[in-house]
Every structure is written in structure tokens, then in C-alpha cells.
């Protein structure tokens, strides 16, 4: 008889669960809360006065070390979903158009199901039971794979005490975005500014979408941490003050040529300690899965969901 499994959440760790398994000749349901696909692979697309603006809000490029991983991104850039970015050793891949597009593709045979908030998850005998978010019944499932960032994990754990003490080890760093658009900006600007080791600035990463004229600007994990519940006009013009010496453009330069702005507050952004401990809980199948497994990378991630996979899928047969 076919089974019943639920994957938590349509980021990379999900989708490549839920490929995995599917692969095992197992069928999944992926929910998530979130109106899209990836999780914080995330597209913001604003259509304003004839203009389209495109923005990776979330990561910005990934990398494909692994085998299975690399194997998965050289399918799709044959179909035009990858493409390489720049020029970095080891290679670096984006979505393309959009990170969207990437995920979209690589889940496409799979049931993917978008705003689907889970609020609950309890024992029933050998299976697992699920609350979704406006509804009063539970649904009961084979096996579950739960890819939250572990601190909204350990929220749905409460019943799995071996997993939700694995979780509990695992701490993230939030990040502040700032998407930009404007008008044009000189060809001479390059593509993307990597200030992760210059400690002074305020910023981590900044980069143009695959549109050169749409930018998110990171600013680093003490930036965030410390003003992630402050005014939005006061992050704003923090981050804005940074421009002038980055871009070497004027202020009045560029404040003439923003087209459109929007802040964008990611709570777990990267894992600052990996979890440490098992992955699928000793006596019920469910299992974790995500970069706080691993890493905070995409690839970590999902390299995560495909060992949850695994684990799910020994415990199955
Ligand atoms: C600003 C930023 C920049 C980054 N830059 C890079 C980069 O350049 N390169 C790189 O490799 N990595 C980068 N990362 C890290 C990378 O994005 C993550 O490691 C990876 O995407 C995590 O994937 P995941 O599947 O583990 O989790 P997520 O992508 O967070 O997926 C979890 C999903 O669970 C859903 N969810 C949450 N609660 C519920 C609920 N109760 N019910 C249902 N669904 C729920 C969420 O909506 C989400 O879609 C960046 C991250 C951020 C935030």
C-alpha cells in the first residue's frame, strides 16, 4: 500500500527530500506557509508603471560541490533554469530568470502545496498526526520531514523530546535586506560587492539581481541582530549612508535614481552553530531536516533533506 508522507516546508531541504524519496518510488506532499516556492531562496517580483523590478532577497547565488547536487544544477541548466554566476572558484550557480524559476522546476513532479500553515504535530500509535493552521481536524501521515529553521521547529516538536533537543543546539544570525531599483545606474558599477571582512561596515553583501538595475543590499548578522526591531526609516537610512563610498556615485546621485525600495526582515537568516545529534527521532518516523543540519548554504540544505530521506525511507521498509 502507498504511503502517506509529509514534507514541512517547500525550501530547498524539502524539495530535496521530497526528491529523494520520490526516487525510492515514494510520493510526498510538501505545505508551506509562504505564498512561494524556495523558502529563503527568495524571489520578490514588483511590477510598477510598465516596469518589472526583480530582486534575490535571500541567498544570492549557491555552490555545487557535491555530486548529486551538481548533477541536479547541470539538468537544469541544460533547460535554462541555472546559469553560472560570475566567475568564482568553486563555481557559483543562480536561478534563472529567477531563483524562482530553479525551484519551480526541480519540484515540478512534485505535489507542492503553498500557504499551508502546520501549527501542530502529535503521536498517533506509529504514525504522525498533523494541525494545519483553519482546520480542526488532524491528518494523519506514514512519516514526516520537518525542514523549519530549527528555532520554528522546535515550536512543532514539542511532542518529540530527542528532536527537540537537537534543535535547541542550533542558533541563527538574523539579516536585514534592502531592495533597490533604480532608474540606471553606470556600467562601470560592478555586479556585486562582497564586504563580509571589512568588520567597520554596517554591510555583509551587496549584489544586482539578474536585472542590473535591481539590487539587494545584506547588512551583516551585527547590523541585524542589534537593530532587527528598530524604525524602518532608521535601517533604511543606515543602510542607504553606506552607498555613496561603496558605488562611489554621490548621495544626491543616487537618491535621484531609486525607482523603488522595500526592507525585508529575515528573522533566521544564517545558522551561526549547527545542530548537533540525530536526524529522524529513535521510536516515530519523523525527521528533521534544513541548514541547520549542515551549514548555512543552500547546498547544505540540501544535502540535509536528502540524508532525511534516507533515514525516512530505512525506517519505512
Ligand atoms: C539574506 C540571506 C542570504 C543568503 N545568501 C546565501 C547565499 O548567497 N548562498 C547560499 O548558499 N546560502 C545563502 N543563504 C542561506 C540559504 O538561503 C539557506 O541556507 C537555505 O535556503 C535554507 O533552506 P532550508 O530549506 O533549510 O530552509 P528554508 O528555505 O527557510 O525553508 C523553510 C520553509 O519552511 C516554511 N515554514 C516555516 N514555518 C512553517 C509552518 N509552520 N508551516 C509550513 N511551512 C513553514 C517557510 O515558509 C520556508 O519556506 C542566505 C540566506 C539568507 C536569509
Request: charged content about 20%; hydrophobic content about 40%; overall charge positive.
Given at each position: ?82 546559469k553560472k554566476y560570475e566567475n568564482f572558484s568553486p563555481q557559483r550557480y543562480r536561478g534563472f530568470p529567477t531563483m524562482r524559476n530553479f525551484l519551480s522546476s526541480i519540484s515540478n513532479e512534485i505535489y507542492v502545496k503553498q500557504k499551508t500553515k502546520v501549527i501542530g504535530i502529535f503521536k498517533n500509535n506509529k504514525k504522525i498526526n498533523v494541525l494545519y493552521e483553519n482546520s480542526s481536524k ?180
Open positions: 500500500m502507498s504511503k502517506k508522507i509529509l514534507v514541512i516546508g517547500s525550501g530547498i531541504a524539502g524539495i530535496s527530500a521530497s526528491r529523494k524519496l520520490k526516487s525510492y518510488g515514494l510520493e510526498t506532499i510538501i505545505v508551506d506557509k509562504g505564498d512561494f516556492i524556495g523558502g529563503r531562496i527568495a524571489t520578490h517580483i514588483k511590477e510598477k508603471e510598465n516596469n518589472k523590478f526583480t530582486f534575490f532577497h535571500g541567498a544570492q547565488f549557491f555552490t555545487a560541490r557535491s555530486k548529486n547536487f551538481n548533477q541536479l544544477l547541470k539538468s537544469d541548466i541544460n533547460k535554462n533554469y541555472i488532524e491528518d494523519t501521515y506514514d512519516a514526516v520531514i520537518s525542514t523549519l529553521p530549527a528555532p520554528q521547529n522546535i515550536e512543532l516538536m514539542t511532542k518529540f523530546p530527542y528532536l527537540s533537543k537537537v534543535l535547541s543546539t542550533a542558533s541563527y544570525d538574523s539579516c536585514i535586506a534592502l531592495m533597490l531599483a533604480f532608474k540606471s545606474l553606470p556600467d562601470t558599477i560592478p555586479s556585486y560587492f562582497d564586504l563580509s571582512k571589512n568588520k567597520s561596515n554596517i554591510l555583509s553583501w551587496l549584489a544586482s539581481s539578474n536585472d542590473k538595475n535591481c539590487w539587494t543590499i545584506h547588512a551583516n548578522a551585527i547590523f541585524s541582530n542589534e537593530n532587527f526591531i528598530k524604525d524602518q526609516f532608521f535601517i533604511k537610512d543606515q543602510i542607504l549612508n553606506e552607498l555613496p563610498k561603496i558605488f562611489k556615485l554621490s548621495d544626491h546621485l543616487i537618491s535621484s535614481q531609486i525607482v523603488y525600495s522595500k526592507l525585508h526582515f529575515w528573522k533566521y537568516a544564517k545558522v551561526n552553530n549547527i545542530a548537533k545529534g540525530i536526524q529522524i527521532d529513535p521510536n516515530y518516523p519523523i525527521a528533521i531536516a534544513g541548514d541547520f543540519m549542515e551549514g548555512s548554504r543552500v547546498e547544505s540544505a540540501f544535502i540535509s533533506g536528502e540524508k532525511a530521506a534516507e533515514l525516512i525511507f530505512h525506517r519505512l521498509n
